[in-house]
Structures are given as structure tokens and as C-alpha cells.
């Protein structure tokens, strides 16, 4: 039993000590940039949509071109007669809130992506839209 005992604790301090040695590999290599934090994070890009399929006033993904309405020189899209009145005289209706960073962002010039509830959110950016798709 003794000699039982005696191995049991052997191979606990081999163990440990095995495992300590890999936690300092580790270590080194992050420290040596061997191993970078980021590189075991996979990002999936977040696949925008065409402006011209969004209802810019219902803020909907439609599948098919809408109506082109420009407004000082940049095209916004809306899906019936009601939207091109709202989005030519009624400049909040143009504009949206990067989910992302909070900045208000120009649907005309935003990247846009569909939201988990098939619903249109702008984006400053390819990149910020990504972040938030793998946050």
C-alpha cells in the first residue's frame, strides 16, 4: 500500500510539473510573438446587402430594387410613394445609428446587413458591422 501511495504522489508531481511546463512554453512564445492572442479568434465577415433591396423607411430588407429616391445628391431607396415623400422632407427617416459604435450614419453611404429579426442595420463600415457580427 505504501508503495501505492509513493506512486500516486509521483505521478501528481509529474503531472504538475508537465502541465507547468506547458504554461511556460505557452508564455514564452505569446511573449515572443510566436503566438498571438488574436490568431485563435476567428472572425466571419459580416455579409452586407444591396442598398437598393432595403426599404430605407421601414428599415427592411425587400429581396428585390426599390424606388431610388435622391436627396441631395445621394440615393436613398424607399418601397412605395409614402416612402419617397418621408425620405425627400423628413431628414431623421435618412439617418440611422451605427449599432456598433452609437455615431449616426447616413443610410445612403452605410454598409448595411440584416439584423436577427431580418431587419436593416447601417453601418459605418464592412469593419464595424464584422465587429459587431462576432462580438
Known sequence: MKNSYI?????TVLKGL??????ITLLVAMQTNSISAETSVSTTPAVGVKLSEVCMVNDRFMGKAQIPIEVEGKTYYGCCEGCKSRLKNDRSVRYSTDPLTGKEVDKALAYIVLGDQSEALYFKSEETAT???NR
Open 131 to 133: 465587429r459587431y457580427k
Open 7 to 11: 506512486a500516486d504522489i509521483k505521478h
Open 18 to 23: 508537465l502541465l507547468t511546463g506547458m504554461v
